[in-house]
């Protein structure tokens, strides 16, 4: 990709403050924007049948967010992405984005590598739940994501964990026990 083409891209994303508490997307809204989380942490969650809230990802800096089926047109979003802390994220809409794929055939590249980066990563998480047992899910969320456990609520990391937060402050008890 040249320079040129390089600047053409970052120019047509727009760089949005969202503050904590803030939702960048709402349930029921459309999303019909891709987003790359500059400065800060998002929280993307779900509600079941019963209203209970479901924590789906955490997104921070260099982090890509997008509700792929609201963003593909299929249907409104069925979850909402809420800022943690202060946050900047860079977004380009789809209209911008289609046209960006078609001007810059490399940039369309980047961008089916980056859905294959999301799709493996959806897949991964969905095995993460299914395979793993509590204590499990909870080491290889630390292991992976070892700044999160500072910067995330535990009640949003048991949540993510389908966890209650009473089972994630006895893991975490037990845990210690172990070590000290």
């Known amino acids: 990709m040249t320079d040129e083409a390089a600047v053409n891209i970052a120019a047509s994303f727009n760089c949005r403050k969202v503050y904590k508490g803030e939702f960048l997307l709402k349930e029921g809204q459309y999303g019909d924007w891709w987003g790359f989380v500059y400065q800060g942490l998002f929280r993307s969650y779900s509600y079941d049948t019963e209203d209970t809230e479901y924590t789906n990802g955490f997104f921070r800096e260099g982090s890509f967010?997008?509700?792929?089926v609201s963003?593909?047109?299929a249907?409104?979003?069925q979850t909402n992405v809420v800022a943690l802390e202060d946050s900047v994220i860079l977004c380009v809409n789809r209209a911008t984005l289609d046209s960006l794929f078609r001007d810059y055939?490399?940039?369309?590249r980047f961008g089916r590598l980056l859905y294959e980066k999301v799709l493996v990563s959806y897949k991964q998480r969905n095995l993460f739940r299914v395979r793993l047992n509590a204590r499990e899910r909870y080491l290889h969320f630390i292991k992976n994501e070892p700044e999160l456990i500072k910067r995330v609520p535990l009640?949003?990391?048991a949540s993510y964990l389908s966890v209650t937060d009473t089972s994630l402050s006895r893991i975490r008890r037990n845990m210690r026990q172990l070590v000290g």
């Open 65 to 68: 967010t997008c509700e792929l």
């Open 155 to 157: 009640k949003y990391i």
């Open 105 to 108: 055939p490399n940039f369309e």
């Open 75 to 77: 249907a409104v979003s």
């Open 71 to 73: 963003f593909s047109g």
